[in-house]
């Protein structure tokens, strides 16, 4: 109770996983083959059934060029597939007993009773509404991900463009990136002099931009 279509989508994944593992282990990847001969035999059609849904199938155009790549390319779009089709093969029962709970409903022995008709109708609509909390949370889920991936990405793409910046004969702090409520933001670089020399940066007279509000040149301002 209150699991809604998780448990089915569990289910559909476990299933997958172990079709795609059968899948793989009569045709194996271009690497593992044993010669290429072996390397070269494509599964059936219907050999893909298993492994797909009825928006997603799988070819043998596709499953080939998934056993050219990398392994660990591979494991990730074979992980992904399975994800794609278990999230499509669950919605797809939810839908079908929805369909199969309003069609009853409209056999003469349940419309002539009420408390049928409204107990026929309560099954329909809390088919329905596990299909969207479902669909919605699978949403919710993913959108976390892209933006974790691209919060990783954008942080990489930022320290090297700063790596780039900087020749080969720079000495001192590069700065950085920080990653602050999940925006890429680049550490400032500061500098400080000694003696009497001065920093090339400052304005004489002026506060010291580098210095923290309130402050003038590093020591406490009155305000």
Known sequence: PGAGLKVSFADEKARLTDAWQVLLSNYPAYDNAVNATVAR???????????????????????????????????????????????????????????LISSGMMTPDVQAYDLTREKAQRLADMAMNAVNEFIWEIDINRQLASNTASTILRVQAVRDSVSTALSPGDVGPTGGVDVFNGEVQQRSVTSSGSGSGSNSNETPGGPDPASPAGSFNGEPGNR
Request: neutral net charge.
């Open 41 to 99: 035999n494509s599964p059936k059609i219907n050999e893909f059934d298993d492994v797909s849904s009825q928006t997603t199938r799988i070819t043998k155009q596709l499953y080939n060029a998934i056993r050219e790549m990398p392994e660990q390319d591979r494991r990730i779009v074979i992980g992904r597939l399975i994800s794609d089709v278990a999230v499509e093969n669950t919605v797809e029962k939810g839908m079908a007993l929805r369909q």
